[in-house]
C-alpha cells in the first residue's frame, strides 16, 4: 500500500533553498507519476511539479527555474529541491502519487493522484 511521507520543510530567509523528500512507503516499482503540491493559507491547493514514470517533468510557471523535481528509482523517494526561495512559496507542500498511469499523462492536475502525504510546512520570510 502506498504511504507517502514528506520531510524537509522548514523556514528560510527569500532567496534560501530547501529541499523536501517524499518517502513512499508501499513503492513497488517505478510505474509511478509523483508531484509536488502545495497549500498557502487561504488559497487553493495548485500543483508545483511532477515528474512522470518516464522522467519527463512539469513545471508551475511561477517555479520554473527555481524548483527541480527529481526521483530515486530504487528508492521510490520523490525529492523536490527549492532555490532562491520567495515569500509567496510560503506554504504546506503535499507529496502525491499515482499508479499505472498511461504514458503522458502526469500532468499538474491534483484530481488524477489517488495518494497523498500529509504535507510539509514551507515558510519564507521576507
Known amino acids: 500500500q502506498v504511504q507517502l511521507v514528506e520531510s524537509g520543510g522548514g523556514s528560510v530567509q527569500a532567496g534560501g533553498s530547501l529541499r523536501l523528500s517524499c518517502v513512499n512507503g508501499?513503492?513497488?516499482?517505478?510505474?509511478?507519476?509523483m508531484g509536488w503540491f502545495r497549500q498557502a493559507p487561504g488559497k487553493a491547493r495548485e500543483g508545483v511539479a511532477v515528474l512522470d514514470s518516464d522522467g519527463s517533468t512539469t513545471y508551475a510557471d511561477s517555479v520554473k527555474g527555481r524548483f527541480t523535481v527529481s526521483k530515486d528509482n530504487v528508492k521510490g523517494t520523490l525529492y523536490l529541491q527549492m532555490n532562491n526561495l520567495k515569500p509567496e512559496d510560503t506554504a504546506m507542500y503535499y507529496c502525491?502519487?499515482?499508479?499505472?498511469?498511461?504514458?503522458?499523462?502526469?500532468?499538474?492536475?491534483?484530481?488524477?493522484?489517488?495518494?497523498w502525504g500529509q504535507g510539509t510546512q514551507v515558510t519564507v520570510s521576507s
Open positions: 508501499g513503492y513497488t516499482d517505478s510505474n509511478y507519476c
Open positions: 502525491a502519487a499515482v499508479h499505472g498511469l498511461v504514458g503522458g499523462n502526469c500532468h499538474l492536475v491534483q484530481d488524477d493522484f489517488g495518494y
